[in-house]
């Protein structure tokens, strides 16, 4: 059971539901900005015989198929813990992350295989009109700004899939870019911009591609939280009064939330409910304070006679419920 913030400061976190909301918000937004775009790029680049903003009406497409992507796995991560998955479904955004780094890897190699094909034969690409390079302005300028909104709301609600996500808007961004660069290139007789600029935009969003998918990968086989955090929950569990010490802290990322092992060190003289109300109030304080959905805790004597009998935890109704002893 997820414990809410008792305050809606700054460092407070939210919830599943406040998440998966503004997930799906942001998400919806992104669908109907790349639906204008997709339609209008590939309209224009045909009217106009401009083959570089036809493909760049594609990669926008390719964003549509990113952004349903993450309405299903937001969809599943957000559902409640069942028998298959006892943990619950969070790990979900993490597959999404995968496969968003995926297509962020092939919309690069794509464009560094037409950026190769175009630098071998040059003097093939025909006059465009110069509407091309107004659309593809405006393009940019909206792809830009929408990859700012979702930035912004993934950092917010800490969410690495829709940080993902608009990294993938930025791509297309610069997937405008090199469009622009190239249009504005080949109506100034210099056929050579565009495919020079898309070889090294593909190459960086290549690069971010990989670094996603394997980012995706390492989490997904159980890797740890950075050392920063487990220091931070370490802290929490000293912090509670009747623990006298911690260790053995374990964690591994469960989509942006962790699971939490830990050994914690009580009175030897203590009652084994003592014991059990000091490792209850341990837990409701770190699902409080930190993006945690669950701490396993193993409570260990602590040898100390002359301060075994120090003041226990109040414990909340229901609360002893809620760790196993």
């Given at each position: ?184 290139g080949n109506l100034a007789g210099y056929p050579l911009l565009d ?14 591609g990989w670094n996603f998918s394997w980012d995706a990968l ?108």
């Amino acid at each position: 059971m997820l414990i809410t913030p008792e305050d809606d400061s700054e460092d407070s976190l939210h919830t599943p539901e406040e998440r998966a909301a503004a997930a799906a918000r942001s998400t919806w937004v992104s669908v109907a900005v790349n639906l204008v775009l997709t339609t209008v790029q590939i309209v224009v680049g045909i009217l106009s015989k401009s083959q570089g903003l036809v493909a760049d009406g594609i990669h926008s497409l390719s964003d549509l198929v990113a952004d349903f992507v993450v309405l299903l796995a937001n969809h599943h991560a957000k559902k409640d813990a069942d028998a298959d998955h006892p943990y619950g479904h969070q790990r979900f955004e993490t597959a999404a992350s995968l496969a968003l780094g995926l297509l962020l890897l092939g919309v690069g190699l794509g464009m560094l295989w037409a950026a190769l094909t175009k630098l071998e034969n040059p003097h093939e690409l025909p006059q465009v009109h110069v509407v091309a390079l107004w659309v593809a302005g405006a393009a940019l300028l909206g792809k830009e700004l929408l990859f700012r909104y979702m930035l912004a709301v993934a950092k917010r609600v800490k969410s690495s899939m829709l940080v993902a996500n608009a990294w993938h808007a930025r791509s297309d961004a610069a997937s405008s870019l090199v469009v622009g660069i190239g249009i504005a290139g080949n109506l100034a007789g210099y056929p050579l911009l565009d495919p020079i600029a898309a070889l090294i935009v593909g190459l960086m969003v290549a690069r971010m591609g990989w670094n996603f998918s394997w980012d995706a990968l390492h989490d997904l086989m159980d890797r740890a939280a950075d050392e920063q955090e487990v220091q931070a929950i370490r802290q929490t569990l000293l912090e509670t009064p009747g623990v006298r010490g911690v260790h053995d802290v374990r964690t591994r990322k469960m989509g942006d939330m962790m699971l939490v092992d830990a050994h914690l060190e009580v009175g030897a003289s203590l009652s084994v409910e003592a014991g059990h109300d000091i490792a209850v109030e341990a837990r409701r304080r770190v699902l409080q304070r930190h993006r945690v959905l669950n701490l396993m805790s193993h409570i260990d004597p602590w040898s100390r006679p002359d301060l075994d009998h120090a003041p226990l935890p109040r414990i909340a109704e229901g609360g002893r419920d809620q760790v196993p002893g």
